[in-house]
């Protein structure tokens, strides 16, 4: 066996000891494929006013401008479908915000993995990644080998479905590398036909700016009028596109405790929600990934979905 093959087989094994549900290596290298899309994307204003996915393109595109010398992308992804769910009929929020805010959650086991490559293997700088930097998480994911992007645009796996998250370690260490695995969408819409605000425009295109979790998470500004009423209670993110997917018939729950959910959260209906203060607030979402809209913008989207 190879030192690449010795060292690839290390990395996963740990990977798996840590929690992830799975973990692909790619080439560090220009991801051509993704440039002309990318730059079609936001030509088009698709970012609404997330501008900052228009900072750092080039970076964005190859690894080697974020991490000097880097050899290889390992990409993990880590499971987050929950065990229970939100009451039926109440106001609802994205099911990755149930537990503890997932980038605390995983930039620790991304530690340990850099600290066992350097224990194990030796002196190997590089950094960690978890959708915090102008990194393309689900190109490098499907690169990797971990799934196909399906037509939402999310990550799908045949086996898992696509409720994980996907993170990244850059190395300036040689490893295998993974191939792609083959789409497996085939002629299915059930996707772009449930999206409330039609915000898949085409199969694998989807207009940001028009995505449910991109007013209730990102738009600062009020929410436009004209998507009154087509918000599905969705006041927290949006799993439409995700819960409708056949292929996530087969999530499985995560087995990682910080991701469970308060109990408060489960058992709110909607009169709780709207009679919602900042002391239960700050209770139920004391470390969630909620606090990024603050108390003033989740209430802001519980009056849209009242009125």
Same mark, same amino acid.
């Given at each position: 066996m ?8 290390? +990395?996963?094994t ?7 549900l ?6 560090a ?9 990318l730059?079609?994307?936001l ?5 609404? =006013? ?8 080039d970076?964005?595109?190859? %690894?080697?401008? @974020? ?5 290889s ?6 499971n987050?479908?929950?065990e229970?769910k939100q009451?039926?009929?109440?106001y ?8 503890q805010?997932?980038?605390?959650v ?10 066992f490559?350097?224990? =194990? #293997? ?11 930097? %102008? ?8 690169? &990797? ?23 990244? @370690?850059i +190395?300036? @260490?040689?490893?295998?590398?993974? &191939? ?12 772009l036909?449930?999206c409330?605000?039609?915000? #898949?425009?085409? %199969?694998?295109v989807?207009?940001g700016?028009?995505? #449910? ?5 990102e ?23 995700q819960?409708v997917?056949?292929?996530n ?6 087995? =990682?405790?910080l991701?469970?959910?308060? %109990? ?11 009679e919602?203060?900042?002391e239960v607030f700050?209770?139920v979402?004391q ?5 990024r ?11 849209f979905?009242?009125?």
């Amino acid at each position: 066996m190879s030192a690449h093959q010795k060292n690839t087989e290390l +990395i996963k094994t740990e990977a798996k000891r840590l929690g992830f549900l799975s973990c692909g290596i790619s080439k560090a290298e220009f991801l051509e494929e993704e440039a002309p899309r990318l730059e079609k994307w936001l030509r088009n204003n698709m970012n609404g =006013e997330m501008q900052y996915m228009e900072n750092n393109f080039d970076k964005r595109l190859d %690894p080697t401008k @974020l991490v000097e010398g880097s050899k290889s992308v390992i990409s993990l992804l880590l499971n987050y479908y929950p065990e229970e769910k939100q009451l039926d009929g109440t106001y609802k929020i994205s099911k990755y915000a149930y537990g503890q805010d997932y980038h605390y959650v995983i930039k620790t086991k991304l530690k340990q993995l850099q600290e066992f490559i350097s224990e =194990e #293997i030796g002196e190997v700088n590089g950094r960690a990644f978890v959708d915090s930097a %102008p990194v393309l998480d689900k190109a490098w994911a499907a690169k &990797s080998g971990l799934g196909w992007i399906g037509k939402h645009s999310n990550l799908l796996t045949q086996q898992v479905g696509s409720f994980y998250f996907i993170a990244e @370690l850059i +190395i300036d @260490l040689e490893l295998e590398y993974d &191939s792609r695995v083959t789409d497996h969408c085939g002629t299915c819409t059930a996707c772009l036909d449930a999206c409330p605000t039609k915000a #898949i425009v085409a %199969p694998y295109v989807v207009d940001g700016s028009k995505c #449910i979790s991109y007013f209730t998470i990102e738009l600062k500004n009020e929410l436009p009028a004209e998507f009154h009423g087509k918000f599905d209670d969705w006041m927290f993110g949006c799993d439409v596109c995700q819960d409708v997917c056949p292929w996530n018939r087969f999530s499985k729950p995560h087995q =990682e405790p910080l991701f469970d959910p308060k %109990p408060e959260l489960l058992s709110m209906t909607k009169k709780d929600w709207e009679e919602i203060t900042e002391e239960v607030f700050r209770k139920v979402f004391q470390k969630s990934a909620v606090k990024r809209t603050k108390f003033s913008g989740l209430t802001r989207n519980i009056d849209f979905l009242k009125k």
